[in-house]
T-cell receptor, first 116, second 112 residues
Framework: GAVVSQHPSWVICKSGTSVKIECRSL??????MFWYRQFPKQSLMLMAT?????????EQGVEKDKFLINHASLTLSTLTVTSAHPEDSSFYIC????????????FGPGTRLTVL | SQKIEQNSEALNIQEGKTATLTCNYT??????LQWYRQDPGRGPVFLLL?????KEKRKERLKVTFDTTLKQSLFHITASQPADSATYLC???????????FGTGTKLQVIP
């Protein structure tokens, strides 16, 4: 149980275009989802916390107008990278927790974004 | 500012030996600490959680210790196997069991 999927697993896009990444909890309802970014040989950096039905909470330094997060249901959160640039190329990973007070995050397999 | 350091970027050990990974933190009072395994190109997989009032936790060949005085956690893999080769991340959380901060990771290579 507790499986999280991401789609697509990789995407290549041209500079200036927007890319949407989906994160789904397959067998549980996720009250909270997190979006992380990981650059090569670096750790995961939290970008934002997404609660179902409310606005996402962004970490300091993360542009909310550039990284649009929507958590419209208890099983789906989306991250849209708007007007992507080469410096946005990274590994984007989502995670989900099952219910308030849960102590384990279940991570998706990640999405490799390459902006040309 | 908060800082989480894992002892080394890479660690090589012989198969069958015990691997010991270290996670040190400063300017932080975590309520709990977690260890994850991450394989290349994949998301992290949760391994163990230890709370601030716990000294040690075990799961099969894994053992975690948590010393809030030293501000350090040790992660042990006994009877290591080549399949244990991966990057191991520690993560600290402060209440609510939700938002965590990750360390830089240690890449473990178990040599047959």
């Amino acid at each position: 149980g507790a499986v999280v999927s991401q789609h697509p697993s990789w995407v290549i896009c041209k500079s200036g275009t927007s890319v949407k990444i989906e994160c789904r909890s397959l067998d549980f309802q996720a009250t909270t989802m997190f979006w992380y970014r990981q650059f090569p040989k670096q750790s995961l950096m939290l970008m934002a916390t997404s609660n179902e039905g409310s606005k996402a909470t962004y970490e300091q330094g993360v542009e909310k107008d550039k990284f649009l997060i929507n958590h419209a249901s208890l099983t789906l959160s989306t991250l849209t990278v708007t007007s992507a640039h080469p410096e946005d190329s990274s590994f984007y990973i989502c995670s989900a927790i099952q219910g308030a007070g849960a102590d384990t995050q279940y991570f998706g397999p990640g999405t490799r974004l390459t902006v040309l | 500012s908060q800082k989480i350091e894992q002892n080394s970027e890479a660690l090589n050990i012989q198969e069958g030996k015990t691997a010991t990974l270290t996670c040190n933190y400063t300017n932080y009072s975590p309520a709990y600490l977690q260890w994850y395994r991450q394989d290349p190109g994949r998301g992290p997989v949760f391994l163990l959680l230890i709370r601030e009032n716990e000294k040690e936790k075990r799961k099969e060949r894994l053992k975690v210790t948590f010393d809030t005085t030293l501000k350090q956690s040790l992660f042990h893999i006994t009877a290591s196997q080549p399949a244990d080769s991966a990057t191991y991340l520690c993560a600290l959380g402060s209440g609510g069991y939700q938002k965590v901060t990750f360390g830089t990771g240690t890449k473990l290579q178990v040599i047959p």
